[in-house]
């Protein structure tokens, strides 16, 4: 069994905030996948469904994002599952809105919704889907940045990450996370080498042939 927790905060003022953009996504995976009916328990909103052979929980934590954790925390110890039975879905400021990144492990890098579930959970290595929402603008907190809604247009990149994500989310409860990293992650562009065995350029020459043009 597995759990696919998206961290953000209820309340309807808050579900389209950039800070919710993790439960965005466990609600399109419910939606995918034709999860059962949302329950409460444990602190939560949780919904049963199947990938593939493998019975997963999806949670949406009720605590607010600072306490995420106090969800998240006693649902493992609920079923007696291990730190890397967790993936937990989350914005992320580091990377530009609508960017993705799979990760396997690692520590709260300033985020106040994984510190609490590194806390409650005693261990950092579980996965996480990071789902960027950019940096704030000049004059701007990062709290008012994350409690706002997407801009329009971020809107469809946020709509077309999720979309993206969810045969990855898939994959990595499937396959694993290192094949899901693999696959779904953006590759880094290489820089192109100079091939310094060339022959040099003739500049009189070159000058010569776009006259031509």
């Keep these: 069994m597995k759990i696919i927790a998206g961290l953000g905060n209820p309340g309807v003022e808050y579900a389209k905030n950039r800070h919710n953009v993790g439960w965005m996504m466990v609600d399109a995976l419910a939606e995918a996948l034709g999860a059962e009916p949302w329950k409460e328990k444990e602190k939560g909103l949780v919904a049963e469904a199947r990938i593939g052979t493998e019975k997963v929980l999806l949670v949406k ?3 607010y994002m600072n306490n995420s954790g106090e ?3 006693p649902l493992m110890r609920w079923y007696k599952l291990e730190p890397q039975d967790l993936i937990v879905c989350h914005d992320d400021m580091d990377i530009p809105a609508g960017t993705i990144r799979i990760r ?3 520590s709260a890098g300033g985020h106040n919704g994984i510190k609490s579930t ?3 959970v005693g261990d950092e290595n579980f996965g996480r889907v990071r789902i960027g929402v950019g940096r704030p603008l000049p004059g701007w907190t990062v709290v008012n940045h994350v409690l706002a809604n997407f ?3 971020d809107v469809p990149k946020i709509q077309e990450a ?3 994500l969810v045969p990855a989310i898939e ?3 499937t396959e694993g996370i290192d094949n899901a990293m693999n696959k779904y992650n953006p590759k880094k562009q290489k820089k192109e080498k100079k091939n310094w065995k060339e022959k040099p350029v003739d500049a009189d020459k070159e000058a010569a042939e776009d006259g031509k043009e």
Aim: with cysteine.
């Design 61 to 63: 934590p009720q605590t």
């Design 71 to 73: 969800c998240i925390g």
């Design 162 to 164: 999720i979309k993206y």
């Design 104 to 106: 396997k492990k690692g």
């Design 118 to 120: 590194i806390a409650h």
């Design 171 to 173: 994959c990595m409860v």
């Design 151 to 153: 801009p329009e247009e």
